[in-house]
């Protein structure tokens, strides 16, 4: 199956939030049709609205594609049973609502429905994103490669062995990009605890952890590696590093305790 395939028999968006748009807007800058896309959004942005050519809320194909579900977790309920008439069919379901099994969905529109679960993050909104996928045993391989031919156009996608790596991917990627702004506020404040004026550290942290994650990327050294580059032995570096490698109560000892929170808070919610 390939996007080819998608012009032919369609797509379907449901919910057409700041993912659902990024995703869209992928799609159509990649030559997708806008005839060959019907989203359905109770509540469609101005943006949605001035996109020529779109089914917006009307009747649906018969056999499309794909459905892209993007609608919250909490509408989930509302929003399957109008799927029912596309499932045990060759219509692949889509994913990206955090915290609902593939299992939910089999439930919801039969248990051979091929569905592929993805779990993209908020970098996504400006093509920066990184998504993990997983299919069920109904998602052939071509649908697969279709659904990460989809998620491409919103960043990084890779693939998981077991749904159950999910809890992990969600704490680590999912919630990360928090746990990053959380580290520029944190800098900020410890920069204006040493003297600068608020802005001032605030545009130092925020430049600073964005050129670092940008060479992280892009360098061919791991970043404990690039970490080392910077430290000079007696140095200024070498002075925090102490402080944030300390092994009971720095930075590696508290991350591995957020990410198990937040891992263990997904398990419970899929419950």
């Given amino acids: 199956m390939s996007m080819e395939d998608v012009a032919a028999r369609g797509l379907v968006l449901l919910g057409c939030g700041k993912m659902g748009s990024a995703m869209l807007a992928g799609w159509l800058e990649s030559g997708l049709p806008p005839g060959a896309v019907w989203v359905i959004d109770p509540n469609p942005s101005d943006w949605l609205k001035s996109r020529p050519g779109l089914h917006l809320n009307e009747g649906l194909p018969a056999r499309p594609a794909v459905v892209v579900v993007a609608v919250k977790p909490q509408m989930m309920g509302e929003a399957l049973p109008g799927l029912a008439a596309l499932g ?81 991917v969600t704490a680590l990627s999912g919630s990360g990009p928090a746990y990053v702004f959380l580290l520029i506020e944190a800098m900020a404040a410890a920069g204006v605890a040493e003297g600068l004026a608020p802005d001032l550290a605030m545009a130092l942290a925020k430049a600073t952890v964005a050129g670092a994650g940008a060479l992280a990327e892009a360098a061919d050294e791991e970043p404990a590696q690039l970490r080392r580059n910077v430290t000079s032995p007696g140095g200024t570096t070498a002075a925090a590093l102490g402080v944030l490698m300390d092994e009971e109560k720095g930075l590696a000892p508290l991350m591995r305790r957020a990410v198990a929170a937040a891992a263990n808070r997904s398990r419970e919610l899929g419950r």
Avoid at 124 to 153: C, F
Wanted: proline share 5%; aromatic share 2%.
């Fill in 88 to 168: 045990n069919g060759e219509t692949l379901v889509l994913s990206i609502a955090a915290g609902t099994p593939i299992a939910a969905f089999e439930a919801a529109l039969g248990a051979r429905t091929p569905v592929v679960r993805a779990m993209p993050n908020t970098p996504a909104a400006i093509g920066r994103g990184i998504t993990a996928i997983i299919g069920n045993a109904h998602a052939s391989a071509a649908q697969i490669d279709l659904a990460e031919t989809l998620l491409k156009a919103v960043g990084q996608v890779v693939r998981l062995s077991d749904e159950a790596q999910m809890d992990a």
